[in-house]
């Protein structure tokens, strides 16, 4: 018997009932799990440092969803372009992760928007993975992000499994809240994702507003979308040893004020939101020059990239180079730290499917001033651990941060309560949650195929 299944108390995808139990719970069943995945990064590696490029919260969410699904025994193999030709075909992420490489295009220079056009070569190198094995090796397909969902699509069809697709971004809601000086979504994207949400078993979103807009703007039957909140990694993501030890590591005052963004750098993020707002606040109280601190950490990402010095001289003109630092991507254990050495995180994005990095500070034990769009009314709770803003207007946001340069006490108060927020968030929760949407998909794939459709 395998360890699944006597942690289960019976065969696989049975249930333990007791002796004496009701007829129609003894004939109830757990919907049996996959043993082994297909899931698919066509565009940006677990493996990258997230806030590089195209790497972010997408990355670090396969990585985690990754490791939680081998840890209650569905291996997954994770399969990405490769972008050195010094990468082995291979690498072992976790036990029960393996991320595969796969050739298609040139390794470095390929823009994400000149991806679709590898995607066959892509789709070749997954199946050539997969001939390599027995029938049946996967037993489903979780693709994420468009791109992938198509190589996915052909996938599950060849292979007759399921498709779980999670979109991650979607081009009609990117192109209703674009930043100023913003690229559209091409045309191509948007029949794209339509196709997926047709072809897809099931839908993963990461909030009810998320599934909403699935149903809303790709017309998703409501039934086959699921709702599984993301995680944070609370081992790594929490006070630990507090904002005066961070500060400390960081270089940072111990008492400075210190509103800090993390993330891409492109306008879709918005951090030029966050330096107009400082400058408003500079222009109210000079005062406030000599103790504060506005750390900037990550890189030029998507649009962003063609103004890589955009921000830099942004605040040159704003006059406030001399409170704001520029860092580059860091590692996750560094941008804990990060996370415990700011006041308050400053989120002014104009589209979030979520907002991981909202949840990371905030299970660090520091509050969160946001926008209120996506997922990020559901990320933070206004008034309690953050404070959710309408629109982005940088007066509003100085409006926001102000209490925290006033009243010193506000971001402890905010920051305990942020902590408890995010405690609710643990991966474990999101992978058991998915794995449960993998066993319906697969469930109604064997319902149809025996003829009960």
């Known amino acids: 018997m395998s360890q699944h299944a006597s942690r289960l108390g019976g065969p696989r995808g049975r249930s333990h009932i007791p002796f004496g139990a009701p ?10 799990r996959p043993r082994r995945i297909a899931m698919l990064s066509v565009h940006t590696s677990p493996l990258h440092q997230p806030g590089t490029g195209d790497a972010g919260g997408m990355n670090v969410y396969i990585v985690e969803l990754a490791k939680r699904l081998a840890a209650i025994d569905i291996e ?3 399969f990405t372009r490769a972008t050195a030709a010094a990468l082995p075909p291979s690498v072992e992420l976790a036990p029960g992760v393996l991320v595969r490489h796969v050739d298609a295009g040139p390794y470095e220079g390929l823009a994400k928007e000149e991806l679709p056009a590898q995607l066959c070569a892509f789709t070749h190198g997954v ?14 397909v979780h693709s994420h992000y468009w791109l992938s969902g198509h190589v996915g699509w ?6 007759g499994v399921p498709l779980v697709h999670a979109m991650h971004t979607m081009a009609k809601v990117k192109n209703a809240a674009l930043a100023a000086g913003d690229t559209p979504e091409p045309a191509a994207r948007v029949i794209g994702e339509q196709q997926i949400v047709r072809a897809a078993d099931r839908l993963i979103a990461n909030t009810g507003g998320e599934a909403d807009e699935l149903v809303h703007h790709y017309e998703a039957a409501r039934e086959l979308v699921a709702v599984v909140h993301p995680g944070v990694n609370l081992d790594r993501f929490r006070p630990a040893d507090g904002r005066a030890a961070a500060r ?11 509103p800090l963004f993390a993330g891409r750098i492109q306008p879709l993020k918005a951090p030029d939101i966050l330096l107009h ?25 998507g649009s962003g990239l063609a103004k890589p010095e955009g921000l830099h001289k942004l605040a040159a003109r704003l006059g406030i180079c001399d409170v704001v630092r520029f860092r580059p991507p860091c590692a996750q254990d560094e941008l804990a730290d990060w996370y415990r050495a700011a006041s308050v995180l400053v989120m002014p994005s104009y589209s979030e499917s979520f907002g ?13 001033v946001a926008a209120s769009v996506g997922g990020l009314p559901v990320a933070v709770r206004d008034g309690v651990s953050g404070t959710l803003i309408q629109g982005h207007d940088p007066a509003d946001y100085a409006r926001a941060l102000r209490p925290f340069a006033s009243d010193p006490g506000r971001v402890e108060r905010m920051g305990a309560a942020a902590a408890r927020h995010a405690e609710s968030f643990g991966w474990d929760t999101a992978a058991a949650a998915t794995a449960d949407v993998y066993a319906e998909a697969m469930r109604e794939r064997r319902r149809l195929r025996s ?3």
Do not use: F, K, N
């Open 23 to 32: 007829p129609h719970q003894r004939l109830r069943r757990i919907p049996r």
């Open 76 to 78: 997954v193999e994770i």
């Open 127 to 140: 199946m050539r993975a997969w001939a390599g094995h027995r029938p049946g090796h996967y037993d489903l």
């Open 154 to 159: 052909l996938a599950a069809e060849r292979w």
């Open 248 to 258: 400390a590591r960081l270089g940072l005052p111990a008492d400075a004020l210190i």
């Open 277 to 301: 707002a400082v400058a408003h606040l500079l222009e109210e109280d000079p005062s406030l020059r000599e103790r504060m601190v506005v750390p900037v950490v990550g890189g030029p990402s």
């Open 356 to 368: 991981l990095v909202a949840i990371e500070a905030q299970a660090c034990g520091t509050p969160v």
């Open 451 to 453: 003829g009960h459709g």
